[in-house]
């Protein structure tokens, strides 16, 4: 584990924001937390000069990139190109003495550079001859995606660095290995390194590559042009050149009768992790969330608390961010206080902090557009049409303007403030899966 000392981690804090006050016997308190990292010097470090650190940074990154070589990626032949365009675009972003390697993925992996087991060190030289090796490219095969995340993580682990970063494509379904190889795959690969994963086209399962992305904490997106890849491709690798700072977890700490009712990612994105709780001492638990840049993400914990009377108060959680040390200790990055206040104040302990209620409808409007689009798949049009609808609803009143767009090549709008929709007819494959892609996407609390 690599060893942070203070010069080269980012700024942390941790803003909480909720309502402390609960009525006589009230018992779950829930909170936003903030957390943001600034002063890593990772934005705009790229820009103008994609291949240098900005002053005192070090290259201490590796990264994997998985390209789908199976034989669905020749139609039409656009695709192939688009994926070898998009990751010698990559390869372009790859910064000065960051480790890199490309694996070509079928029904097994193979290394396409640098090849023997080992990943290169990017300069101008042995980026050119990754865009070489490139040509060499070709579609033929199965597609067995645990088998490409076992050789990245194999050759990511060969470097001795702190941020370890995979980007994997694929155009079709996993449907070469079992469900249970590809799960098994990504809980060993889990906590080893991120990976970003897109689907190109429209022949993948969403819910693979969704799936693939929330496990080893990256992103996940639809390219159904294959012609988009080379920008998609850029910009991810230039979002991982950005990340300083692995292993960051959210420790939750609370007292004796306090517990844990859930733990979720809201924004950038919906990212449920109650349950990939693991225990750090007496009544705490570490929340993974990966590697960080120059960012910001908010969190929704609720706690259940034990009743007391009115006038007590007490600290019901305390939020910490914490980074693993070489010698087996962590480092506090920041830390925030959630609390709990008892009153008769009924206005006082009625009302809802907006962070929590913003992102309360945000995690509902993620829920009900999956309800609403596996109803439609099942022939559910009642169904389908109440969910859609109350996603409809969801999105206006918060100003999702993104998901609303999406919606509305799903569904004809008919009131967005009622929720009043008809399902459209015929709807195009793309539009589809790029609404269940994105519906984890949410939109930050409007300012007070």
């Not at 290394?111 to 080992?118: D, H, K, L, S, T």
């Amino acid at each position: 584990m690599a060893n942070f000392s203070k010069s080269n981690v980012p700024q942390f804090s941790v803003d909480v924001y909720q309502n402390e006050y609960l009525p006589e016997g009230g018992r779950e308190v829930n909170a936003i937390a903030t957390v943001t990292s600034t002063g890593g010097g990772t934005i705009g470090s790229a820009v103008g000069a994609p291949h240098l650190y900005s002053a005192g940074q070090s290259p201490d990154a590796a990264v994997a990139i998985m390209v789908d070589c199976s034989g669905s990626m020749d139609y039409p032949p656009t695709k192939m190109r688009g994926a070898r365009d998009a990751t010698a675009a990559a390869i372009d972003a790859v910064r000065d003495g960051v480790h890199f390697a490309v694996i070509g993925g079928t029904h097994i992996a193979k290394e396409v550079y640098p090849g023997n087991g080992r990943l290169a060190v990017a300069d101008p030289q042995t980026r050119e001859q990754a865009k070489q090796a490139l040509r060499r490219l070709s579609a033929g095969g199965g597609t067995a995606i645990g088998t490409w995340l076992r050789l990245a993580d194999r050759l990511l682990s060969s470097a001795d660095v702190a941020i370890s970063h995979g980007i994997l494509l694929t155009d079709g379904r996993n449907e070469h290995e079992s469900p249970e190889d590809l799960k098994a795959a990504l809980d060993s690969c889990a906590g080893r390194f991120t990976c970003d994963a897109r689907g190109v086209g429209t022949d993948w399962e969403v819910k693979e590559v969704t799936g693939i992305a929330s496990a080893l904490l990256g992103t996940a997106d639809i390219v159904a042009d294959p012609a988009g890849l080379a920008a998609d491709f850029t910009q991810m690798m230039e979002a991982a050149m950005g990340k300083e700072v692995a292993d960051v977890s959210l420790r939750l700490w609370t007292p004796l009768g306090a517990e844990i009712k859930f733990v979720k990612q809201v924004a950038p994105t919906v990212e449920e992790l109650t349950d990939r709780r693991t225990e750090a001492g007496p009544r705490a638990g570490d929340y993974p969330t990966g590697s960080w840049g120059d960012e910001s993400r908010d969190y929704h914990i609720c706690v259940q608390v034990p009743g007391a009377e009115l006038g007590q108060e007490m600290l019901a959680a305390r939020v910490s961010l914490v980074v693993p040390q070489g010698d087996g200790s962590v480092q506090t990055l920041s830390q925030g206080l959630v609390r709990a206040v008892w009153t008769d104040d009924m206005a006082a302990s009625t009302s809802i902090n907006p962070q929590v209620a913003h992102y309360t409808g945000q995690a509902e409007l993620a829920q009900v557009i999956q309800q609403g689009l596996d109803a439609r798949k099942s022939g559910d049009v009642d169904g389908a049409t109440a969910k859609l609808g109350r996603a409809v609803q969801l999105a206006s009143a918060s100003g999702n303007a993104d998901t609303a767009k999406l919606l509305s090549k799903v569904v004809d709008v008919v009131d967005a403030a009622a929720g009043t929709v008809r399902l459209k007819a015929k709807v195009a494959e793309a539009d589809e899966m790029t609404l269940e892609t994105r519906s984890t996407k949410t939109v930050r609390v409007k300012k007070q």
